[in-house]
Structure formats: C-alpha cells, structure tokens
C-alpha cells in the first residue's frame, strides 16, 4: 500500500508542466516524519534476524550448559575422589565418573578432578569442595516429610543457611524445622542415584 502523501509526490512528478508542484509545509513536515519512521522501522527489521545469529546465541547457551555440566560432574568426582582416597574401586567414585563420562567430560579433566582428591598438594585454587549432609522435616499441607538433603559445597555454612531457608521459609509454604544430621536414618534406605537434568 501506498502512503497517501508519497502518491501526491507521484502526482506532482507526473505534471505536464514544466515546474514541479511544491506540497504545502505541513504535508513536508508528514511526509519526513514518514520517511523517517519507515527508515527506522526498516533498519531495526533487519538486525539480528539472520541465520547465523540464530545459530550463534543457541551454540553460546548450548556452551554455557555444556560447561555448567562440566564444572557439576568435575566437582563431584573431586569429593568423591577426596572421600576415598582415591580409590578406584570405590562405588562412590565409580558413581562420580559414571555420571562424568555421561556429561562428556574429557578424559583429562576427569584425571585431574581423581587426583586433586586424592592428593591434597595437587589442588590448583583456593576453592576445596565436600559433601555436606542436612536432614529436616518440610511440611506438606497437614502432613510433615521426612527430607535428607545431600549438597556438594566449598562453603559450609553458607550452604546451611541456604538450606534452613528453603527449609523453614520456603519448602511446603513454610513451616519446616532442621533436624540433626543422621535423625531420619531409619526412615531412608539408599537404592541408588537419580540424576535430574
């Protein structure tokens, strides 16, 4: 469709006579702003809107991911590696570089993650990570459960704060407590891991 103004410049190109018709000053002033506005409109159209960008931001959020897993299972395999001194018959550490060949951690990474556990001069940074045990009762309506939260952590007491929060103020709309660790034992049985993407 075209503008009503551009039609009347048409109009006025295709005069007969020799001297192109001039628009009154307010129909100059409309047909500016429209041509700026379609300038606009037409330029903010065609940024970023391309295959490659598309490509681009779903390998950068596919990397993020990819490097969050990474860092998750490295993490787990060092704590399990420290807790057993690096044994590799351990069930735990098995586990861990189960869960580790799962995510495509490379080989290397996943040697250095065993040793950093098993030999605590080998630890490059200051950041050591353990295993941290809580257990609690989360209510649930009228009824109260029965939780063990399990959390890998290079800071314990922050992660205990974290986790009396959720706990106390958040799980079940409030209403929690924090029991001792080991309380609910003769309430679980470990079956086995269940990983959760």
């Not at 039609?7 to 000053?25: D, F, I, N, V, Y």
């Not at 580790?100 to 990474?109: M, S, Y």
């Not at 209510?139 to 706990?167: H, P």
Request: aromatic share 4%.
């Amino acid at each position: 469709m075209v503008h009503p103004l551009l039609r009347l410049q048409r109009l006025a190109a295709r005069t007969p006579s020799g001297m192109p018709l001039r628009l009154p000053h307010h129909h100059q002033q409309q047909q500016s702003r429209y041509h700026r506005r379609l300038y606009h409109c037409s330029s903010s159209l065609s940024a970023g809107h391309n295959k490659w960008s598309k490509i681009r931001h779903k390998k950068g959020a596919n990397d993020v991911n990819r490097a969050r897993a990474h860092a998750r299972a490295a993490r787990a395999v060092e704590a399990a590696s420290r807790r057993c001194r690096g044994d590799p018959d351990d069930v735990g550490l098995q586990s861990s570089l189960a869960a580790a060949r799962a995510v495509r951690l490379p080989k290397d990474r996943i040697d250095r993650a065993v040793e950093r556990g098993a030999d605590p001069s080998a630890r490059d940074g200051d950041k050591v990570y353990e295993r941290a045990r809580y257990d609690g009762m989360v209510s649930a309506g009228e009824t109260r459960v029965a939780v063990i939260i399990e959390a890998l952590t290079d800071s314990r007491n922050r992660t205990a704060a974290s986790v009396r929060n959720i706990v106390t103020k958040k799980a079940g709309g409030g209403g929690g407590e924090m029991l001792p660790t080991g309380a609910n034992d003769w309430l679980f049985e470990r079956a086995g891991v269940v990983a959760v993407s």
